[in-house]
């Protein structure tokens, strides 16, 4: 009983460390891209435009391609708010999106995009 008393007067002292947390990551956070349009001729060749509210903290974007398997697959990054993107074959139904990312490298939401 004594041996338990002390096991247990053993672990409150040693849970009732102050633990110091790491600290806080600071940064901007980057505007979503909002206004996403894709459009392509002839399901090779596609043409996507979007805009920002507020690009003066945006770095870059960052392209994606959504696999209905593995999910958001990084393509490409930019710097401009339009792209073409070519396909090897066509691909009717294809998911398209855009992130922008910040100076301070944090990553909005994707927002995805197909050809209507």
């Known amino acids: 009983m004594k041996k338990l008393l002390f096991v247990i007067a053993l672990l409150l002292t040693?849970?009732?460390e102050d633990?110091?947390?790491?600290p806080q990551i600071s940064g901007v956070v980057p505007p979503t891209p909002s206004n996403l349009s894709l459009t392509t001729p002839d399901n090779i060749l596609y043409t996507m435009t979007w805009d920002v509210s507020d690009p003066t903290y945006v770095a870059f974007y960052q392209l994606y391609t959504l696999?209905?398997?593995r999910g958001p697959v990084l393509l490409d990054?930019?710097?401009t708010d339009s792209v073409q993107l070519v396909t090897p074959l066509p691909t009717p139904g294809i998911v398209f999106g855009v992130s922008s990312v910040s100076t301070?490298?944090?990553e909005s939401r994707i927002v995805f995009a197909s050809v209507p």
């Open 14 to 16: 040693a849970c009732s």
């Open 19 to 22: 633990l110091t947390l790491p």
């Open 67 to 69: 696999d209905p398997f």
């Open 77 to 79: 990054t930019t710097v």
């Open 104 to 106: 301070d490298h944090i």
